[in-house]
Nanobody, 118 residues
Framework: QVQLVESGGGLVQPGGSLRLSCAAS????????GGWYRQAPGKQRELVAT????????NYADSVKGRFTISRDNTKKTIDLQMNSLKPEDTAVYYC???????????WGQGTQVTVSS
């Protein structure tokens, strides 16, 4: 059974930083593409960042480029998202995603709330 457990969300002031972490189990972690997505109230879920299986290539939404950094540790089976210079518009539930390379099947975490407010 595949499980993705997110941690690290919370309330932060504008300009602050948070680090999200996603711990995976029940899957061959070295053979998945990892990613973080977010969903704000009343909006569709959107891609934040992705990282290839070996960690060599990353992709970011334009809205977070230069502020967020995605990384992974295939030994620990984790995918992290370092978020700096946070803005109120970054407020959303953030979801960890892994996509199995062999069949493109997606797995999702339960989500963690990030609120950016003064």
């Amino acid at each position: 059974q595949v499980q993705l457990v997110e941690s690290g969300g919370g309330l932060v002031q504008p300009g602050g930083s948070l680090r999200l972490s996603c711990a995976a189990s029940g899957i061959l972690f070295s053979f998945v593409v990892g990613g973080w997505y977010r969903q704000a109230p009343g909006k569709q879920r959107e891609l934040v960042a992705t990282i290839t299986s070996g960690g060599g290539t990353t992709n970011y939404a334009d809205s977070v480029k230069g502020r967020f950094t995605i990384s992974r540790d295939n030994t620990k089976k984790t995918i992290d998202l370092q978020m700096n210079s946070l803005k109120p518009e970054d407020t959303a539930v953030y979801y960890c995603n892994v996509r199995r390379m062999i069949d493109s099947r997606d797995y999702w975490g339960q989500g963690t709330q990030v609120t950016v407010s003064s």
